[in-house]
């Protein structure tokens, strides 16, 4: 079965930190640019980074720049987001996808994507 499952979210406290990780069965994440989305209650979807297929490029919106990093393990098939300086302009329901093009030229979901993980920060 093909798929991404994404996890790692949480409830965590202003300024704290969580890495999500977006995991592929039944396909390899190796030809793929990889982005994370999310989407906020009563918000459209807002794309918040991309790695391309070959990590040479990486891409951030610019309210997560600084404190956002967008990684890949291929070896796991999986990528990463390690989120710090957490705000609560940030919770969201934060999902992942393999991007059209493998360059990140696009920021937009492609074949694949997966449910999300939810992303509360609150004191």
């Known amino acids: 079965q093909v798929q991404l499952v994404a996890s790692g979210g949480g409830l965590v406290q202003p300024g704290g930190s969580l890495r999500l990780s977006c995991a592929a069965s039944?396909?390899?994440?190796?030809?793929?640019?990889i982005v994370w989305f999310r989407q906020a209650p009563e918000k459209g979807r807002e794309g918040v980074s991309c790695i391309s297929d070959n990590d040479d490029y990486r891409w951030y919106t610019d309210s997560v720049k600084g404190r956002f990093t967008i990684s890949r393990d291929n070896a796991k098939n999986t990528v990463y987001l390690q989120m710090s300086s957490l705000k609560p302009e940030d919770t969201a329901d934060y999902f992942c996808?393999?991007?059209?093009?493998?360059?990140?030229?696009?920021?937009?979901?492609?074949?694949?994507w997966g449910k999300g993980t939810l992303v509360t920060v609150s004191s």
């Open positions: 039944g396909f390899t994440l190796d030809n793929y640019a």
């Open positions: 996808a393999t991007a059209p093009v493998p360059t990140c030229a696009v920021v937009a979901p492609g074949d694949y």
